[in-house]
């Protein structure tokens, strides 16, 4: 099981731009390899949802409400996972939390919340 230490959320404008970074600082680098990484989301009144994954070597995936705007990867050397978020919308309002995939229940992290609003 990972520990994911998610950061870089913040205030945005629609049409925006935000990078997320999902570090895991306590795991061995062969371990994290091992795991397919994705970034989930909670927006109110909705379930927590997976917007996009990275194997490591192989296609990413994503949710159709964010392919062609959100581009997920990984540097293995960092042990880092980001997602790069372009042309934001006030529906991608939520906290954005990384974990495995499938997901872990002790792999949660606090998440990072971002908001777009003008």
């Known amino acids: 099981q990972l520990r994911l230490v998610e950061s870089g959320g913040g205030l945005v404008q629609p049409g925006g731009s935000l990078r997320l970074s999902c570090k895991a600082p306590?795991?061995?680098?062969?371990?994290?390899?091992?795991?397919?990484i994705g970034w989930y989301r909670q927006t109110p009144g909705r379930q927590r949802e997976l917007v996009a994954s990275?194997?490591?070597?192989?296609?990413?995936d994503y949710a159709d409400s964010v392919r062609g705007r959100f581009t997920i990867s990984r540097d293995n050397s960092r042990k880092t996972v980001y997602l790069q978020m372009q042309n934001l919308k006030a529906e991608d309002t939520g906290v954005y939390y990384c974990n495995t995939v499938p997901n872990s229940a002790n792999s949660w992290g606090q998440g990072t919340q971002v908001t777009v609003s003008s």
């Open positions: 990275v194997p490591n070597g192989g296609s990413t």
């Open positions: 306590r795991a061995i680098t062969s371990t994290f390899n091992q795991y397919v």
